[in-house]
């Protein structure tokens, strides 16, 4: 399973010439939670993608997936990050990924007490299917944030009933 990042840029670079620090830390972020390949869209003219990524031509879901398909055979699911959520936290990433893992076929939607971000997961194969909120304590995930200012974040409560394969004693350990 490989989740790739699309991020969507929006209005001009502050400086020309020099990257977006918000791009270059949405990126990050992104290469930290675990996703991979990393694609850019709406970069201005004459704008480069930051390293760990690269710019790709369309915004449209399809395309995306695609270019994400064609770079890293095996991709799965995209995960869409617009610029004005620079401030997510990696954690969001991981935790979006490890959803997927358990729900393959549905799209997953960070979410802070409830209330959903536009930041999504939306599985290829599956990409009308119904939404999901998961809950993922960053404040980031559903609020405008550059990633400047400290932002809360509260580790979501544990799934009690998953269990990590590696973790399994005696007779779990025997069922598998």
């Given at each position: 399973m490989t989740v790739a990042a699309h991020i969507i840029v929006s209005g001009k670079p502050s400086t020309s010439g020099a990257p977006r620090?918000?791009?270059?830390?949405?990126?990050?972020?992104?290469?930290?939670?675990?996703?991979?390949?990393?694609?850019?869209?709406?970069?201005?003219?004459?704008?480069?993608?930051?390293?760990?990524?690269?710019?790709?031509?369309?915004?449209?879901f399809a395309a995306v997936a695609a270019d994400a398909s064609a770079e890293v055979a095996g991709t799965t699911a995209i995960i869409t990050l617009p610029l004005s959520h620079a401030g997510v936290d990696p954690e969001t990433i991981t935790a979006l990924i490890a959803g997927h893992g358990r729900h393959a076929k549905q799209t997953l939607v960070a979410a802070r007490n409830g209330v959903a971000g536009p930041i999504r997961l939306t599985p290829i194969a599956d990409a009308g299917s119904s939404e999901t909120l998961l809950e993922c304590g960053d404040e980031g995930a559903v609020h405008p944030s550059d990633g400047r200012a400290s932002l809360a974040y509260e580790a979501p409560p544990a799934d009690i009933n998953a269990v990590d394969p590696w973790e399994q004693r005696g007779t779990q350990a025997e069922e598998r």
């Open positions: 620090p918000e791009l270059s830390r949405l990126v990050e972020v992104a290469w930290s939670g675990g996703a991979h390949p990393i694609l850019v869209s709406g970069l201005a003219t004459g704008e480069s993608a930051p390293t760990l990524s690269r710019a790709t031509g369309s915004a449209e």
